[in-house]
């Protein structure tokens, strides 16, 4: 008996990133481990335009290993970043990615970095493990007033189905990193982002691109199976309304 092997298409020369916004992205240069330079920053929003995303919300780093980094000093360096990259025909807005740390519940009493026009922050736990008392740190979002979404979630290996589905339970909404789905972070990665994308969890999707190096790599041969399209077009769509929403 003989199988055929799925067919996986280009999806960038297929044309699914094309009018994309990237929810999460580390382009403000200088101010965590994404891009270097104003001249990185700059050859990553035209390297990015090319494959088709053509609007950014930045999301720096906010936690313990920056700690410079906080809601004023971000949009001081962000206000300072548009000014010099004259680039005023790409729309770029400014969030942040919050780690869920000892210093996460300071920066919720903060004025909040939320993605585009909407209520929703965007907050990461640690590779390495969830705080054990991380349900309350996702009600504390909710008592500042944000809404809780949860950066690739495919990533954190630790977690469980039944906590996926338990933090589905709490409200929080999930965010993919679309290069999982094609190797970016390694198989076990990989195979989950698959598997979750097909079960429904997520609601929106991001690159989370830091450095020039690593982009010009993900794009090289970025293959997923057709039958991924219809979903990642839903997640894009999603992406689009935080641009004019205030939920």
Not at 161 to 174: G, P, Q, R
Request: with cysteine; charged share 25%.
């Amino acid at each position: 008996m003989f199988f055929l092997k799925r067919r996986e298409l280009n999806i960038v020369r297929e044309g699914w990133l094309k009018g994309m916004v990237d929810v999460h992205c580390h382009l403000l240069p200088g101010v965590d481990d994404g891009a270097r330079s104003m001249e990185e920053s700059r050859a990553l929003l035209q390297m990015m335009g090319v494959v088709g995303i053509d609007s950014f919300i930045l999301t720096p780093h906010i936690y313990s290993r920056y700690p410079q980094n906080n809601a004023n000093t971000l949009r001081e360096h962000f206000d300072a970043f548009l000014a010099d990259l004259a680039m005023p025909q790409v729309p770029i807005s400014l969030a942040a990615e919050y780690m869920v740390d000892n210093q996460f519940e300071a920066h919720l009493d903060e004025p909040l970095l939320t993605l585009g026009d909407s209520r929703y922050l965007l907050f990461e736990f640690s590779f390495a493990g969830a705080p054990m008392d991380y349900p309350n740190s996702i009600r504390s979002i909710r008592s500042s007033g944000a809404k809780p979404l949860l950066a690739h979630p495919e990533r954190y290996l630790y977690f469980t189905t039944d906590e996926y589905e338990a933090l589905k339970d709490l409200d929080v909404s999930f965010q993919l990193n679309l290069f999982s789905l094609t190797g970016m972070y390694g198989e076990a990665v990989r195979k989950r982002a698959r598997q979750m994308l097909l079960s429904g969890f997520y609601d929106f999707v991001g690159t989370d691109t830091h450095r020039k190096e690593k982009f010009n790599k993900v794009i090289e041969q970025p293959m997923l199976p057709s039958r991924f399209e219809s979903r990642l077009t839903t997640l894009m769509e999603n992406n689009r309304s935080l641009l004019a929403s205030k939920v």
